[in-house]
């Protein structure tokens, strides 16, 4: 079966950086689409950055855009988010996610939970401020 785990959260001061990673087994990884996701306390999950198969164009959530760096490397079967400039808003549950397709569907750069039916754990990130 399809497993995504998560990994390269922790605590981190404002302004300050972290890198995320996800790996995923039990599908054509090169083929496809990893979307990241956050989900604070009491709030709904949030798209934070979609990666076609390609590593090609990369979409990112305004809240984000400017500040977080998606990769992936296809070899390692394994999708990045490298984190800089972080804020407490920042602070939440990061979730990847991965759907067997290509493309990114987003709105306003943010890709839609409902695209991806595969999902981690999540890993927590934590922002002092």
């Known amino acids: 079966q399809v497993q995504v785990v998560e990994s390269g959260g922790g605590l981190v001061q404002a302004g300050g950086s972290l890198r995320l990673s996800c790996t995923a087994s039990?599908?054509?990884?090169?083929?496809?689409?990893m979307g990241w996701f956050r989900q604070a306390p009491g709030k709904e999950r949030e798209g934070v950055s979609c990666?076609?198969?390609?590593?090609?164009?990369?979409h990112y959530a305004d809240s984000v855009k400017g500040r977080f760096t998606a990769s992936r490397d296809n070899a390692k079967s394994t999708v990045y988010l490298q984190m800089d400039s972080l804020k407490p808003e920042d602070e939440a549950m990061y979730y990847c996610?991965?759907?067997?397709?290509?493309?990114?569907?987003?709105?306003?750069?943010?890709?839609?939970?409902?695209?991806?039916?595969?999902w981690g754990q999540g890993t927590q990130v934590t922002v002092s401020s």
């Open positions: 996610a991965a759907a067997r397709r290509g493309g990114c569907t987003v709105v306003n750069g943010a890709p839609i939970a409902s695209d991806f039916p595969y």
């Open positions: 039990g599908l054509r990884f090169d083929v496809s689409v």
């Open positions: 990666i076609p198969w390609s590593g090609g164009r990369t």
